[in-house]
């Protein structure tokens, strides 16, 4: 248990859904973060929240919208997903948001878009 | 940009064996190194991590070396166990987030 939760851990949805993935944790930490993890690829960057300010965007589409209502809770909301976003999505969370801290992840929701 | 990699794709050894997985990074930049590992259906989990100003690091069963003149980095598993069995992922910290490298299979047999 890293202390970091994720629901749900599977999601199936079409390409004209709307849905959102959820994310907590129990760490105490000012920064969180949202990963997409594809096949055979390097863990991608997606979104990156310091005390509850979006602080790093690395061009993600705008089907994908995150929220961060606080410094424990984040959100990644998605609506006319392509199949190709099928991945893993993970959250993480850190101490301050820095360049050199560890990460803690939580398990990903597995999702797939039909 | 600059990126990380590794060598090989798939380790396999048996249980017992010492494991040696290995990263090439090429950000000179970069002063932080984390080693993560990843189960099967679970998030990546931390290893150790390393600071430039380290040449080696050990922790339970694991060392991370680092050598900054070739930019290269290795963990160490000592004495395998199949329940080390997992991808591993080495990351470099520099002036932003972490980059990650695509990881290696770890297999071990018993």
């Known amino acids: 248990e890293t202390g970091v939760t994720q629901t749900p851990r599977h999601l199936v949805m079409g390409m004209t859904n709307k849905k959102s993935l959820k994310c907590e944790q129990h760490?105490?930490?000012?920064?969180m973060y949202w990963y997409k993890q594809s096949a055979k690829k390097p863990l991608e960057l997606m979104f990156v929240?310091?005390?509850?300010?979006?602080?790093e965007n690395n061009s993600v589409p705008s089907r994908f919208s995150p929220e961060c209502p606080n410094s424990s809770h984040l959100f990644l909301h998605l609506h006319t997903l392509q199949p190709e976003d099928s991945a893993l999505y993970l959250c993480?969370?850190?101490?301050?948001?820095?360049?050199?801290?560890?990460?803690?992840f939580g398990s990903g929701t597995q999702l797939s878009v039909l | 940009g600059e990126s990380v990699g590794l060598h090989l794709p798939t380790l396999s050894v048996q249980e017992g064996d010492n494991s040696i997985i290995n990263c090439a990074y090429s950000?000179?930049?970069?002063?932080?190194f984390i080693w993560y590992k990843q189960e099967s259906g679970k998030g990546p989990q931390f290893i150790i991590d390393?600071?430039?100003?380290?040449d080696k690091r050990q922790g339970q069963r694991v060392t991370v070396l680092l050598n900054k003149t070739v930019k290269h980095l290795s963990l160490q598993i000592a004495a395998t166990q199949p329940g080390d069995s997992a991808v591993y992922f080495c990351?470099?910290?520099?002036?932003?987030?972490?980059?990650f490298g695509k990881g290696t299979m770890l297999l071990v047999s018993p």
């Open positions: 950000n000179s930049a970069s002063d932080y």
């Open positions: 760490l105490g930490h000012n920064a």
């Open positions: 929240y310091s005390l509850e300010e979006r602080v």
């Open positions: 390393i600071r430039s100003n380290m």
């Open positions: 993480a969370s850190s101490p301050r948001g820095g360049a050199k801290e560890k990460l803690f």
């Open positions: 990351a470099e910290g520099g002036y932003s987030t972490l980059t």
